[in-house]
Each structure stands twice: as structure tokens, then as C-alpha cells.
């Protein structure tokens, strides 16, 4: 019998996230039934302990939708094998990982960047929007992006190649800015971030815009949901095309990107950066961290 540490949701939040949504408990994990296996979270990644799944040996290193604990009972759905020396095993988890694959995605299918074109990337250092800032970079397009301080914007622009960043917690008028940063108006949006900052976007698409909604961190933690932009009929009048996409749809698609976005990060043409926080025990306020823009890129829990 196997002893699990885990964090679980001792309640849904209303409002912000708080630490009192969180316990921390040891719990004994039942024996293993016929399909399953025992992953153990090692690193930032996991290892097989034990298998009753012909599809995973023990020693095999996985990634997949853990639990939050130190060792996770899986049916093994959704697990994927990761060969360790291709790359850092939390590369696998960010850059080589699903925020690269929905970044990938998104650009590739949906914003369809190009050259001549102006491209826009909300939370733009963060695991996503690094990835697809730059993917919209190598097709061409002039990119343009938001971050939460001066510190990420200026990794943006030098390291990652945005045209330009703009500080969304020190910038005011976020209409003013995009006007004075994307003169020729924004051809695509991938949209991370929701709010006031997708407002001020959508109001400067272009005809034959396209937008692709990857998600809305800024309303995560909205007790209440805030409006819509007003001017609805813009979709008809500039023919929008507008988008919302979960990558998990496309797994059947993730072969094209590990052979594209792999080669791009072998060639060095992809920065990429990351926060890396230790302990299990530290996930929680991680979490909350990532709510508030504390992490720069993909956020990753070391477990010991
Ligand atoms: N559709 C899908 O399949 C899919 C898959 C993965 C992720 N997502 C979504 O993609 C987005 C990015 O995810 P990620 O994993 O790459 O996270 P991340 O960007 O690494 O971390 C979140 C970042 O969002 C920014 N942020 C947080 N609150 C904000 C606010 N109120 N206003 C503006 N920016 C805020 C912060 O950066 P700043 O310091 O720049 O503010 C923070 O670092 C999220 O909305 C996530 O839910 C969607």
C-alpha cells in the first residue's frame, strides 16, 4: 500500500482563490485495478511505479493530469510517454509542453498570422503567449503584446522578438496605447487575458480579423461576469472570425507540432522561460501567484 501526499480543494472559491481553498492531506492509495498505473510525481514530471496497464512499464516517465499529490492512481487516459533525453523534463511540461501545443494551435489555425499584418498577444511572457508571440514573429507578422511589469516586457521585445510590450498594470488607456503601438490596426488576436484589455482589442480588429480565444485570466476570479464588448454587430461589419478552442480537441494533431515546434528549438529560433517553485506544499500559493502575473512563463512545481 502506497501513501499519497496530496493538496485538494477544500471549497470553490467565490471571488479571489484564498489559501483556504486548498488542504493538504495524506491519504493511503487503494491497490491497483486491472488498466491502472501508479505514477509518482518526480521532478516536474512523472515515473511509473507500478503498472497493471500493458500500455506502461514501470521506469516509463509520463506527463498527463496528475493530481496535485505526491503519487496518483491514473487509468492511464491522457497519459503520455516523454523520452528524457530529448530535452529538460519540464521543457516537456512548457515549451515541448501543452502551453506550447495550444499556442501552436492557436496561430497555426486560428489567428493565422502573415507578413504585412499586425498580430496581438495577451499575457505575453506567460507559457502561451511566449510561444505564440513567436511563432507569429517566424510567419512574418508584426507582433505586439501585453505583460503585467517592465521586466516582461523588455524580455518580450528583446529575447522573444515582439515589436512591441506594453505594461498592463501601468498603462491606463489601453485603447491609446494599442492606437499608438498598432497604427495599421490588429489583423489577429490570441486572447489569454479577457477583460478590458480584450475590449480595447477587439475594437481595432481589422476587416477579416481573426481570434482566437485561448482563455480570460483577468475573469477567472469574477464573483460577478463582467459584459461583453458593446458593439457586437463589428463581427458583421469587419467579417470576424472569432474562435474559442481547448488544445485537449487536437491531441490527434500533437505529432505536426513536437516535429515543428521541436525543430524551431532545435534550430534556436524559440526562447523560452520559466518559474520553478519547490515543493507540493508550495502549490497552493503558486497558484495564487499565477493569478496575480508572479510567475514569468511556464510555472512549474518541483516535487521532491
Ligand atoms: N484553451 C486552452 O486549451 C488553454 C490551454 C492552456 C491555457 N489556456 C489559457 O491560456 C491563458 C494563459 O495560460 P498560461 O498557462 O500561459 O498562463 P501564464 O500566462 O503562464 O500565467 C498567467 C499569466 O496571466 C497574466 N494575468 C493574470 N491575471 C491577469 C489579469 N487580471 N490581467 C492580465 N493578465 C493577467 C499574468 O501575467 P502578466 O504578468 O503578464 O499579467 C500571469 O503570469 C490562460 O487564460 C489559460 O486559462 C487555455
Partial sequence: MTDAFQIVLAKRPAGDVTA???RAETVALPALADGEVLVRSRGSVGEVVESKNPRYAKGDTVIGMLNWASHTLHDGKGLRKIDPAVAPLQAHLGVLGMPSFTAWYGIKHIC??????TAFVSAATGAVGQVAGQLARLAGARVVGCAGDDEKC???VREAGYDACFNHKTERDYGAVLDKLCPQGIDS??????GKIFHAVFARLNNFGRLAFCGAISEYQDAEPIAGPSKMFTI???RLTIQGFIVSDHVALMGEFATEVGGLLKAGKLKSRETVIDGLAAAPQAFMGLLKGENFGKLVVKVA
Fill in 20 to 22: 483556504d481553498c486548498f
Fill in 189 to 194: 488576436d490570441f486572447e489569454n487575458v479577457g
Fill in 112 to 117: 493565422k498570422p502573415k507578413a504585412g499584418e
Fill in 236 to 238: 458583421v461589419q469587419r
Fill in 154 to 156: 523588455q524580455w518580450a
